[in-house]
């Protein structure tokens, strides 16, 4: 078994985060980057930039901190730690738990999300560490991911059925995708359509547009993020937001009226974001976000409707492991999980209107 140490990043790699999280072995993830950790930092987080360094790589994981009175801190490895192999990642855990003690930390516990598939084998390795699997946080730990590393024809041909035909009318028919500038009113647009989306959906409350600008305007600025509508009447008729970040693409956000008429509007739009991306040198697109495997077909799933769309390019569904908590301090893990967590949740958004997480 591989060992590691555990150390802050330096002033130079975090001037350098994104190319040094992009070169993780797998890929690093857009919620380990920069520009999301500027927008956290305004939303109740501290950004820790942490190094895992072995023999044979060295893995860079953005985690994010808070702090509770009487019991200390806990780190959130949003979507970390990124890893060669599942079983590296007790090691690294070792490797921070005596990190933060010698350092005098305070750090109870770590919540880790690793971009890890599950399968029985990953579970044992992480259960068998002693982990505690929690519910799951982020949105993509179920998904539908798609190849688009094949040359645009054949990358066509390897679409679902669905999604290649509703692409191909969409285009016969002259249904036109723009990219417009990242402005307040760009904003504001994409932000409309995705509140009526949810409310329509009855997918529960989004954040504030305040959130969405910050976020849309870090990665905007950094040239990782690009906008997408469609038109229809003279008014914004599906809009989305997506990310590049090293290999890797991303739907991130988008909604659409639910009343229009042009077919396959929304299905021409990702067409046209991963020819994009393709450009920019993503191999892989993340639709963000499906119900588990097991459940794709239960209209019940309250994503049902957005697996059915996103599946519709890439027949397949892809669980990663979800999140885990890894204890460092039994007493006072024992105090957050009986009531610590939901008190401090609930003043939390009481006193900001925000999500906790």
């Known amino acids: ?3 590691f140490t555990a150390r802050f990043a330096t002033a130079a790699e975090v001037d350098q985060w994104d190319t040094l999280v ?3 072995p797998n890929g690093g993830n857009l919620l380990q980057s920069a520009s999301f950790a500027a927008v956290k930092k305004n939303y109740g987080w501290t950004p820790q930039y942490l190094a895992f360094e072995g023999a044979d790589y060295t893995s860079y994981n953005l985690a994010l901190e808070k702090k509770f009175p009487g019991l200390g801190r806990l780190w959130y490895l949003i979507k970390g730690p990124d890893t060669a192999d599942v079983e590296h990642i007790p090691a690294m855990m070792a490797a921070l738990r005596v990190f933060t003690r010698r350092a005098r930390l305070n750090v109870f516990a770590a919540k880790i999300e690793p971009d890890v598939v599950a399968s029985e084998r ?3 390795v992480l259960s068998g560490a002693g982990y505690v699997k929690v519910p799951d946080l982020q949105p993509n730990d179920n998904t539908a991911l798609l190849d688009i590393s094949p ?3 054949q990358l066509l041909r390897n679409l679902h059925s669905r999604g290649r035909n509703a692409v191909r009318r969409a285009q016969r028919e002259g249904v036109e995708v723009v990219r417009p500038e990242s ?8 932000y409309d359509l995705m509140v009526g989306t949810f409310e329509a959906k ?3 409350a989004a954040r504030e547009f305040g959130y969405f600008r910050q976020f849309w305007s870090e990665f905007t600025s950094r040239g990782q993020g690009r906008f997408y509508f469609v038109h229809e009447n003279g008014v914004p008729s599906v809009g989305a937001f997506v990310i590049n970040y090293g290999t890797k693409a991303t739907y991130k956000d988008g909604g659409s009226l639910q009343e229009r008429s042009q077919y396959g509007d929304s299905h021409l739009i990702q067409w046209e974001a991963i020819q994009d991306m393709k450009g920019l040198g993503a191999v ?9 495997s097991h459940r794709l077909k239960d209209p019940t799933h309250p994503h049902h409707g957005l697996g059915l769309f996103k599946t519709s390019f890439t027949k397949t569904v892809t669980d990663f492991v979800g999140c885990w908590d890894v204890v460092f301090s039994p007493v006072r893990y024992k105090l957050w999980t009986v009531a610590g967590e939901r008190v401090m949740r609930q003043l939390y958004t009481r006193r900001t209107g925000q999500k906790f997480y």
């Open 1 to 3: 078994m591989l060992e």
């Open 22 to 24: 992009t070169a993780n």
């Open 122 to 124: 990953a579970r044992a």
């Open 151 to 153: 040359e645009p024809n």
């Open 183 to 190: 402005t307040e009113a760009t904003m504001r647009s994409l």
């Open 202 to 204: 009855n997918a529960g």
């Open 284 to 292: 892989q697109y993340d639709f963000c976000g499906t119900p588990p």
